[in-house]
């Protein structure tokens, strides 16, 4: 006796449970996260550095106190912003000052002085200026400056001698802002991507699907099928004429007499004669047809003629 063997699920059978496909990597990986970090924190550290760097450099400028005057020295050759600090500095009030550049040393020399075109101010600390003059040095040195006509300026007020706030000073501070909006964006992008895609990624699809059985293959057992109801045979309705019972045969059956075998040592069997009954056949549903009789007429005869009798 053989007895079929169901495969266990998982054994790739009939009854086997789908498999489920390898996860797929999310690209871009969560390592990008981090080159997302580094652009912020970068950003970060170079806002705080320029920041750092602008309060020092606007806490060491040179200045001269107004009116008294005053000597500052510049370490290099080029040009330099003349600003004005004091009360009011940063709404645009400034004093009507006449200011005096000479050089106070051999080596020392000035190309020009002239006004400031445009505006810029700053708030640092106790410091708040406002451009009013451009220098031009040709040699560093040390140069004497002279202010007059400042009979109306604020107790406390200078002439501070610097580069440009807007160039020199605040531009590492727009790079490393510019840094911390590029690594907020990665950072950004990189989620909307990763979201997106693992989204994509459980989305059902059939990791396997059973085979297509062929012919030459045998199908799995198929629990059994409930039993159809048993329906009743219709009932017909009686017919108004009995069908006709016909009357066997009365002919009895021929008798087939024994065959004749040759004289053997043995006597021959006797057979008793067998005796078939007649074929009986099923009644018919039409009875017979009814034939009327037929009534002939009879023969006409012709009248005999007999002769007259003699008197």
């Not at 790739?12 to 390898?22: F, M, Q, T, V, Y």
């Not at 017979?288 to 002939?296: A, G, R, T």
Request: no cysteine; aromatic share 6%; glycine share 10%.
């Amino acid at each position: 006796m053989t007895i079929p063997m169901t495969p266990a699920p998982g054994d790739g059978g009939p009854g086997a449970a789908p498999l489920a496909a390898p996860r797929a990597k999310i690209r871009p990986g969560r390592i990008w996260y981090l080159v997302g970090l580094l652009v912020f924190l970068g950003g970060v550290a170079w806002v705080y550095f320029g920041l750092t760097s602008v309060i020092s450099e606007v806490n060491s400028f040179p200045r001269a106190p107004i009116p008294a005057g005053g000597q500052v020295s510049l370490d290099h050759a080029g040009g330099y912003v003349v600003y004005y600090e004091g009360p009011g500095a940063q709404s645009g009030r400034v004093p009507d000052v006449r200011v005096r550049v000479t050089p106070a040393s051999a080596s020392a020399a000035v190309q020009s002085l002239a006004p400031y075109n445009g505006t810029q101010t700053y708030g640092i600390g106790s410091h708040q200026g406002i451009a009013v003059l451009t220098l031009q040095v040709t040699r560093p040195g040390r140069f004497t400056v002279e202010t007059s006509g400042a009979a109306d300026v604020p107790a406390g007020s200078d002439l501070a001698f610097g580069d440009s706030i807007a160039g020199g000073i605040l531009g590492p501070i727009l790079i490393g802002v510019l840094l911390i909006l590029a690594g907020l964006a990665t950072l950004l992008v990189i989620f909307i991507v990763r979201i997106v895609k693992t989204n994509r990624a459980r989305s059902p699809v059939p990791a396997w699907s059973p085979p297509t059985p062929s012919p030459s293959m045998p199908s799995p057992a198929q629990p059994p099928s409930a039993p159809s109801p048993v329906q009743p045979p219709p009932v017909q309705p009686p017919s108004a004429q009995p069908p006709p019972v016909q009357s066997p045969s009365a002919q009895p059956p021929p008798v087939q007499p024994p065959p004749v075998q040759p004289p053997s040592a043995q006597p021959p069997p006797v057979q008793s004669p067998q005796v078939q009954p007649p074929p009986v056949q099923p009644p018919s549903a039409q009875p017979p047809p009814v034939q009327s009789p037929q009534v002939q007429p009879p023969p006409a005869q012709p009248p005999s003629i007999s002769p007259p009798a003699e008197p």
